[in-house]
């Protein structure tokens, strides 16, 4: 099944991405030329000795070559050299707690091995691993992918999942939270993320019940430490050397926001603006003790009348317009309670998984979302209902980056193979510049910055951007990359020839470069291939 997106999003229109163009404005580019490939497969002696080598062979190159050679893209100051990782199929992990499809499985991270990636990411979902009941954890599943991906010399980020999967963007399954959980939401609604009109979203558990002990006598901060706690003791021996990366979940799609651009049921489109999330019983008794601690006890009512609806344009409303009601003291007082219980809740999670992981060597990384539309404008306000207080004249992300900072937190960010001239003139869209202001804001902070793409990419020109915002000449650059997502396109022949020379371009820190001739005149083989067994290349597209 092919997945897409899990989390930030956008519309381009590629209507071929065999023909699409790399801008001329990018400094130093990588080209893949799109030209029939040779049909010949090369065939070692079995795939245990393909596996050892991990590497994709390259024969017969000429040196006329040279003259074909593409400008390589450069990383870092010093050549650094970035860590490709390719996400995991949403349902790696069935619903039944077991590897899903573990041949086809054993054969993908062959063929990821030997096009030279890092590692892989999983999601260790939340309704998976708890959902018999509170603190009865089943991770066979996921051992089970740990020993598959040790075997085979990778490493693994696993991403700690306390969001439901099913209601956004290329969530291809739905994986809710535990029924126990679900349960008690079922007896107190207000357990989850509320909008205005009272529609309730079960994606995550609100933030604003973080202390108090609603999950069956713990608070959801316990229930995540315990949840983490668990995954350490059943994993202590992996940690530090194959689980390398413990990403921390904390918001809907794993990231450090609210639900402010559900699209299930059509609640929301792009590029509209959103909706605040503040309106469960303990969102609002905080807003309204915030209120009377300042003297406005009308504020503390309820929030903004004038925000608008989830696929509304700022313009068409009375908060976000050029001169709304956000650049107000009452507009300021409330972006900023909004933003700063987002901050706390991050804190909090952060803390705890701090406490659990510190001495096992494993790093941890927390996501925030790319929400690029609506950047050129004043209010940002797709930003502001999503909880960062990033306006024309306040920086909202140097606060969360100097929060991960000081845990010692990889800051994990996406839409790193966008463009701003492939997004609609109308959405005032600005990736490129949304991801400048991020790699400024964690080098202020002293955080390291991590990278994915948003959509499902496999075009030269996704490719590039990502070389081009991954290096820096300023000590910024990406600690790694993870790339979006494992799935039977990645394994066409020219998507996956893409591939490989993209993650070894990575790899080299710009150094190596992948010409026309590289692509037209080397015999590249799928290392997985087995002589007698050609079904290997169909059980790893099945993914």
Request: proline fraction near 4%; aromatic fraction near 8%.
């Given at each position: 099944?092919?997945?897409?997106l899990?989390?930030s999003?956008?519309?381009i229109?590629l209507?071929?991405?065999?023909?699409f163009?790399?801008p001329?404005?990018?400094?130093?580019?990588v080209?893949f030329?799109?030209?029939k490939?040779s049909?010949?497969?090369?065939?070692?002696?079995s795939?245990?000795?393909?596996?050892?080598r991990?590497m994709?062979t390259?024969?017969r190159r000429k040196d006329?070559?040279?003259?074909?050679?593409?400008?390589s893209?450069?990383h870092?100051?010093d050549?650094t050299?970035?860590?490709v990782?390719?996400?995991l199929?949403l349902?790696?992990?069935t619903?039944?707690g077991?590897?899903?499809?573990?041949?086809?499985?054993?054969?993908?991270?062959m063929?990821l091995?030997?096009?030279?990636?890092e590692g892989?990411?999983?999601?260790?979902?939340?309704g998976?691993?708890?959902?018999?009941?509170?603190?009865?954890?089943?991770?066979?599943g996921y051992?089970?992918?740990?020993?598959?991906?040790?075997r085979?010399?990778?490493?693994l980020?696993v991403?700690?999942?306390?969001?439901?999967?099913?209601?956004?963007v290329?969530?291809?399954c739905?994986?809710?939270?535990?029924?126990w959980?679900?349960?008690e939401?079922?007896?107190d609604?207000d357990?989850?993320?509320?909008?205005r009109s009272?529609?309730?979203?079960?994606e995550?558990?609100s933030?604003?019940?973080?202390s108090?002990?609603?999950l069956?006598?713990r608070?959801?901060?316990q229930?995540y430490?315990?949840y983490?706690r668990?995954f350490?003791d059943?994993?202590?021996?992996?940690?530090?050397?194959?689980?390398v990366?413990i990403?921390?979940?904390m918001?809907?799609?794993?990231?450090l926001r609210?639900p402010?651009?559900p699209?299930?049921n059509g609640t929301?489109?792009f590029?509209?603006?959103?909706?605040?999330?503040?309106y469960?019983k303990?969102?609002?008794?905080s807003?309204q003790?915030?209120a009377?601690?300042?003297?406005?006890?009308n504020?503390?009512?309820?929030g903004?009348?004038?925000?608008g609806q989830?696929?509304q344009f700022?313009?068409e409303t009375?908060?976000f317009?050029?001169e709304?009601?956000?650049n107000t003291?009452?507009?300021?007082?409330f972006?900023e309670?909004y933003?700063e219980?987002l901050?706390?809740h991050?804190?909090r999670?952060?803390?705890?998984?701090?406490g659990?992981f510190q001495?096992?060597?494993a790093?941890?990384?927390?996501?925030v979302?790319?929400?690029h539309?609506?950047?050129r404008?004043?209010s940002?306000?797709?930003?502001l209902t999503?909880g960062y207080?990033n306006?024309?004249?306040?920086?909202?992300y140097?606060?969360?980056?100097?929060?991960m900072?000081?845990h010692?937190?990889v800051f994990?960010?996406?839409c790193?193979?966008?463009r701003d001239?492939?997004?609609?003139?109308n959405a005032n869209c600005?990736p490129?510049g949304?991801?400048?202001q991020?790699k400024?804001?964690?080098?202020?902070?002293?955080?390291?910055?991590a990278?994915?793409?948003?959509?499902?990419?496999?075009?030269?020109?996704?490719?590039?951007?990502?070389?081009?915002?991954?290096?820096?000449?300023s000590?910024?650059?990406?600690?790694a990359?993870?790339y979006?997502?494992?799935n039977?396109?990645?394994?066409?022949?020219?998507?996956?020839?893409?591939?490989?020379?993209?993650?070894?371009?990575?790899?080299?820190g710009?150094?190596?470069?992948?010409s026309?001739?590289?692509?037209?005149?080397?015999?590249?083989y799928?290392?997985?291939?087995?002589e007698?067994?050609v079904?290997k290349v169909?059980?790893?597209?099945?993914?």
């Open positions: 099944m092919a997945l897409t899990r989390s999003t956008s519309f229109n209507k071929d991405n065999k023909s163009k790399t001329d404005d990018i400094s130093g580019t080209s030329a799109q030209i490939p049909r010949r497969l090369l065939v070692k002696n795939m245990h000795e393909v596996a050892e991990g994709i390259e024969a006329r070559s040279a003259k074909h050679h593409a400008s893209v450069s870092g100051q050549g050299k970035v860590p990782y390719v996400m199929p349902d790696t992990v619903l039944g077991n590897l899903n499809k573990p041949r086809a499985m054993n054969a993908s991270l063929a091995k030997s096009a030279g990636v892989v990411m999983v999601d260790a979902w939340w998976l691993v708890e959902k018999d009941g509170p603190m009865k954890y089943n991770w066979e051992a089970e992918l740990v020993q598959m991906v040790a085979h010399g990778l490493k980020q991403v700690m999942s306390f969001h439901q999967c099913g209601g956004n290329g969530d291809s739905s994986i809710p939270l535990p029924p959980v679900l349960e939401i079922s007896k609604p357990l989850v993320y509320t909008d009272g529609r309730t979203n079960p995550y558990i933030l604003g019940c973080d108090l002990p609603v069956r006598g608070t959801p901060i229930v430490a315990d983490m668990s350490r059943r994993f202590s021996g992996h940690l530090g050397s194959v689980i990366e990403q921390v979940g918001g809907p799609c794993g990231e609210y402010s651009y699209e299930s929301w489109r590029p509209g603006i959103g909706e605040f999330q503040c469960d303990y969102m609002r008794s807003l003790a915030s009377e601690a300042l003297g406005h006890m504020w503390g009512n309820t903004p009348h004038d925000s989830y696929s700022p313009e009375g908060f317009r050029r709304g009601t956000w003291e009452y507009g300021r007082f972006l309670w933003s219980k901050l706390e991050g804190d999670i952060l803390a705890a998984a701090k659990v001495g096992t060597q790093k941890l990384s927390g996501k979302a790319g929400i539309w609506h950047y404008t004043r940002h306000a797709a930003e999503a207080y306006t024309r004249n306040r920086d909202g140097l606060p969360i980056a100097q929060m900072g000081k010692g937190v994990n960010f996406t790193m193979e966008m001239g492939e997004q609609p003139e600005s490129e949304l991801v400048r991020v400024v804001a964690a080098k202020t902070a002293g955080a390291d910055l990278g994915e793409n948003a959509l499902e990419r496999y075009d030269a020109g996704a490719y590039a951007q990502v070389l081009s915002t991954s290096r820096s000449d000590g910024n650059s990406l600690s990359f993870t979006l997502r494992m039977k396109r990645l394994f066409e022949e020219n998507n996956w020839r893409n591939l490989v020379g993209f993650v070894k371009s990575m790899s080299e710009g150094r190596n470069r992948l026309e001739s590289d692509l037209s005149r080397t015999d590249l799928v290392g997985f291939i087995k007698k067994s079904t169909k059980e790893a597209a099945l993914v």
